[in-house]
């Protein structure tokens, strides 16, 4: 699919991927992006601390996943380039680590070339395709992953712009095409913790945004994993599931919550 520049280049309105950049403190944004992430940060101040622990939570649990012998991941929105993008945590474990990373932004695609410095014994690929076609993202997969060995599939920020119960459908469909041994990592936004400023935080982000977020109940959370082995301690608040050595004890709950799963 061709994007023309247009696409990527309009700085005028809000962009999603833009506003979780400027919150992680990273350069590519704009006035439109700023002045919505501040008023969002106004109403629940916590948002910006949940984006940066959403990149933490990923580095800790990609790491887990190739510490246990994991070599292949399959990222499914995966949001601009950080400092701690999937191929980076992996590879640092296990060089020969495979990655495809998939999204449907074609601002993210414009970037895409970020996430594409593999290791030599490695591979990353980009793949533009959106999660509600988990066909045509497994079979783009397939031509860069064997799926006849264990992948870790994660979904990271990403369920919550599927504002029905298709959703279950399609984590379903993509769980089911991998084999025993793989496992699935799943972050989404709840309003659990702060209850009224977190829907408050929503509302505005989905009067402004194209890209509208549905937040679910813990409870709604858990049912991705339905079928699968819950790794310890479960789905809990992002910052509680095993956090480092020093940060025990360090860290408040929040309402992003997540958990990884084993396929049996």
Do not use: C
Not at 79 to 89: F, K, M, Q
Not at 173 to 200: D, R
């Amino acid at each position: 699919m061709s994007h023309t520049p247009h696409d990527t280049l309009n700085t005028s309105e809000p962009h999603s991927a833009r506003i979780y950049d400027y919150w992680l403190g990273g350069k590519d944004h704009y006035p439109a992006d700023r002045e919505l992430g501040d008023r969002i940060l106004s109403v629940l101040p916590m948002i910006g601390e949940m984006a940066v622990q959403n990149r933490a939570f990923l580095h800790r649990t990609v790491r887990f996943l190739a510490q246990g012998g994991v070599r292949q991941f399959l990222d499914i929105g995966t949001g601009l380039p950080t400092a701690d993008n999937t191929h980076t945590v992996a590879q640092a474990v296990a060089p020969e680590s495979r990655v495809v990373y998939v999204d449907h932004d074609p601002l993210v695609l414009a970037h895409a070339r970020a996430l594409l410095t593999s290791s030599p014994e490695g591979r990353t690929a980009y793949v533009d395709a959106d999660l509600r076609d988990p066909g045509v993202i497994l079979s783009a997969a397939a031509e860069h992953l064997d799926l006849t060995r264990p992948v870790a599939l994660t979904l990271l920020g990403v369920l919550f712009h599927i504002p029905d119960d298709t959703v279950y459908e399609i984590v379903r469909e993509l769980v089911a095409a991998l084999p025993s041994g793989s496992h699935v990592v799943i972050t989404h936004s709840t309003n659990a913790v702060t209850g009224p400023a977190m829907a408050e935080a929503v509302s505005q982000w989905n009067a402004e945004s194209s890209n509208p977020i549905t937040l679910r109940t813990p409870e709604q959370i858990e049912r991705f994993f339905e079928g699968l082995e819950l790794v310890e301690p479960g789905v809990v608040s992002i910052p509680l599931w095993r956090p480092e050595p020093h940060e025990i004890g360090s860290h408040r709950e929040m309402d992003e919550f997540g958990g990884v799963a084993r396929k049996p």
